[in-house]
């Protein structure tokens, strides 16, 4: 990204930030907070009108009879689409500017059959929510989409996902588009997580990390109050960094000992049904925890222990002041997160934990399809870079 | 920091990053190219005249007699200080506003005689330069400091640094205004080497990893072009990050295993003498490496092995595209590269290892003045901050 559209977005963004909070503001004003020249203010704010994400506010004092010169955004004038995608299950939502979900609907569907049916069904499902709650595609101002895989976020293209067969490059936002001309923003589903969580329960966090133990393990990186993603999308994929104690464990990756092949869902199921206990996924260890098992208890205290081994190395790079851990297997409750804490609280330097804190997901199943929402809607908000999808679309 | 900050450096920082080309350009133009109104680049460019950052340049065409309409940076007008404080030794240059060091001085200094004694000698090396090059600190734009040891970068102050009794909290910007009157940014020393190295050597990644080897060992983050400091200041702290092979050796710090009790110049330097080979300093191992000798070759590629184990977290992490090795040890040459290339391109996915490079530092031992320099040159060219820290000093 230029420094030239860094500037524009931020100029643009900051006048939304400005106007987000409802309160009704003249051009002149939006002008004097942002240093924005009046000429360009007045043509974002046309801009924005046009689009319908801020609205002309009547005058408290009448001016005489002049149109309106007071403007607020209106969080109801437009909508987002939200999406989570799963391995096995996806999840549709429409959402206000706020991000307030306002309705959803979730279903079956396999990952790995392939762009083509997921994305027919993720069109025909947002088509569905939209009709019935009164909205058509002109509506909405963005969709925001959560992948299982790596993302080249700029493209919205999966890069090389393990387990996203013959998604690889595939270009979402131009299929979409074909089909619902909206801009398309995708990010890997840990990401979006990440925005979702902050949003939800840590605004104020500017150093912020979110770990998915599910099936597989990864976090979402939130830096200076900026989303992290590397060089290849890829940041805080940490499923297949080595954990000491599984050096004869094979991971499906190729390599041994990978923090997936230890503590996943599955990885907990495996190892206790080697110790002949009925686990077959990471629902049934959930289970068994509920029920008290001491063996289930114990493995995920264990698989807690492993992610804080890596959490470790994590806290010493990143120094943030919370993580939250979530996905399915969080739902174990403080079992797993204890593990987690005994070993980052006794590994890492005093300095990097005075201040962290290590807590549960509060947005919880919430926490993706409120995180795509976030990403639609700071899109919504930075016309510029909106405008820039609209024309790669 | 807030939106608006962001929003009016950013504005600045894109006027100045337009005129640092060197090529002229009227106040409409300025205008035109960042959408600031008029009027805000007419101050702003006053502003910069005043503090002698820019300079108005003779227009090309004659316009009768009017004064000159354009301004181009002049690169001479101002200088800044670059300052690198170690362990035991000094640098203090005297740089452009290009970040090109003019002249400098190297003295040894002990950072555990505390603030007044280290911060007297910086002060009177700085003011000793500046008159050898016919300067005062009237022409100084600002200071960067470099500190052994974490910073509080908002406010200068290092926090609960290790190996420097009697600076925690000190106010390094406040003690320094008392004798000269300048912005004072101080960071960490692998910090303002990561600016310095990437500068040199790798202006285009916005996804790099300076590694410094020494007495210590630590890294310096830049992600999407920014450096990452972390709640506390301490992000890329590796030092004290457990190792698999270490379990049985203490650290100073208390714990065992820690990546600098067996990678760092004295830890290597400690195992060669378990060996029997006279070996006291890392500097001792860099001349044993230089010399041929298998046994320290052996130990220092071992210490490579030891600090790829921990970076291969750190990929996965950060995703870079570059990581450089930097500091004393650093000297040794190939031997310690392969060691961490060895288990980072083994260990990490094949993805996050595709497109990254780990190299050799190429600024070397200039890569914290250099980076030092970077810091204060970025603070002249954004003057609202700079104010800020006018006020605060």
Redesign the interface.
């Known amino acids: 990204m230029t420094?030239?559209s860094?500037?524009?977005v931020?100029?643009v963004?900051?006048l939304f930030?400005l106007l987000r909070d409802g309160v009704p503001r003249t051009r002149a004003e939006l002008?004097k907070?942002?240093?924005?020249?009046?000429s360009?203010v007045a043509v974002r704010v046309d801009e924005l009108m046009r689009m319908g994400l801020i609205t002309p506010v009547a005058d408290a004092v009448s001016t005489g009879g002049r149109p309106p010169s007071q403007f607020a955004i209106n969080p109801a004038a437009k909508v987002v689409v939200a999406v989570d995608l799963g391995a096995s299950h996806g999840t549709v939502a429409i959402a206000d500017l706020t991000g307030k979900v306002l309705s959803e609907k979730t279903g079956e569907i396999d990952i790995a059959l392939g762009p083509e049916p997921v994305l027919t069904w993720l069109v025909e499902t947002a088509s569905a929510l939209l009709t019935e709650s009164g909205r058509s595609a002109s509506d909405v101002a963005a969709m925001g989409i959560g992948v299982p895989g790596?993302v080249e976020h700029s493209t919205g293209q999966p890069?090389?996902p393990p387990i996203m067969p013959g998604w690889d490059r595939f270009d979402i936002p131009g299929w979409i588009n074909r089909h619902m001309p909206v801009p398309v923003l995708v990010d890997n589903d840990v990401n979006i997580m990440a925005l979702g969580e902050r949003s939800v329960a840590w605004p104020a966090v500017?150093?912020f990390m979110f770990v998915k133990v599910a099936t597989g393990i990864g976090?979402g990186?939130i830096?200076?109050g900026?989303l992290?993603?590397?060089?290849?999308?890829?940041?805080?994929?940490?499923g297949?960094?080595?954990v000491?104690r599984g050096a004869d464990i094979p991971c499906q990756?190729g390599?041994r000992g990978c923090l997936e092949a230890l503590a996943s869902g599955p990885a907990i199921a495996r190892a206790l049904r080697a110790q002949g206990i009925e686990a077959h996924t990471g629902s049934d260890v959930v289970d068994l925890v509920k029920r008290g098992n001491i063996d289930a208890i114990q493995a995920v205290r264990q698989a807690g222990r492993d992610i804080g081994?890596?959490l470790?190395?994590?806290v010493?790079?990143?120094?943030?002041?919370v993580i939250a851990i979530g996905g399915s297997m969080a739902r174990v409750g403080e079992h797993l997160i204890a593990g987690v804490r005994e070993v980052v609280y006794t590994?890492?330097?005093?300095?990097?934990t005075?201040?962290l804190s290590i807590v549960q997901s509060v947005a919880a199943e919430n926490a993706a399809v409120i995180g795509a929402s976030m990403l639609a809607v700071e899109h919504a908000l930075a016309p510029e870079s909106l405008n820039a999808a609209f024309l790669r679309a």
Chains 1, 2 share one sequence.
């Open positions: 420094t030239d860094v500037q524009s931020n100029g963004s900051q930030q002008a907070s942002t240093g924005l020249a009046r360009t790596p890069v090389n500017e150093h976090t990186i830096s200076d900026r992290q993603r590397g060089a290849q999308g890829i940041a805080g994929d940490i297949h960094v080595q000491a990756c390599n081994e890596v470790t190395t994590c010493s790079l990143m120094n943030p002041s590994r890492s330097t005093p300095l990097a005075e201040y």
